[in-house]
């Protein structure tokens, strides 16, 4: 088998990687350049500063395969802002979405499907109901599908993942 046709009979994994900056003005806009540079994707990309330090931790969620992932943790490791880089193996991972409703519907019924997915009514206005759930990406997708085609949400907002090594 050649080169070529390896390439394209490999496998595409999806990857959470962690990725530890310097807080600086242009660390995000580094890293995000990396990526578009070289015609990565970035499924999700989430940032915050760590507590009491002056770094902050950007969880990047990217897809392909084993050699392009290889390449994309050889990439970051260079950039200039990165102290650390890890590619996790075991993580757990969460993602949050708010989903705000019509409040045509039955409060209980949205309470019940809400609540199967870590969720909650947060807020009830004369117009709408606003849920939040927290839960594992793939659980938040299917909760998610069940809001839009029982309740017709007026507007939804997904977080990025956040992940953390078992």
Do not use: W
Request: aromatic share 6%.
């Amino acid at each position: 088998m050649n080169n070529f046709n390896h390439y394209y009979d490999s496998e595409t994994i999806r990857q959470v990687i962690s990725v530890i900056v310097i807080n600086e003005h242009n660390a995000l806009s580094r890293i995000v350049g990396l990526f578009s540079a070289r015609g990565y994707n970035i499924d999700s990309l989430t940032v915050a500063p760590i507590t009491g330090s002056e770094y902050s931790r950007m969880t990047i969620v990217t897809t392909g395969d084993k050699r392009i992932i290889d390449q994309i943790v050889k990439q970051l490791n260079k950039l200039i802002p990165v102290l650390k880089v890890n590619e996790h193996r075991s993580v757990i991972e969460k993602e949050t979405v708010l989903i705000k409703i019509p409040i045509n519907q039955p409060i209980s019924d949205v309470e019940v499907i809400a609540r199967a997915y870590n969720g909650h009514i947060q807020n009830v206005t004369d117009d709408a109901i606003v849920i939040s759930a927290t839960d594992e990406p793939h659980r938040i997708a299917n909760f998610t599908n069940i809001m839009i085609n029982r309740f017709n949400p007026l507007e939804i907002v997904k977080s990025g993942v956040v992940a953390m090594e078992r």
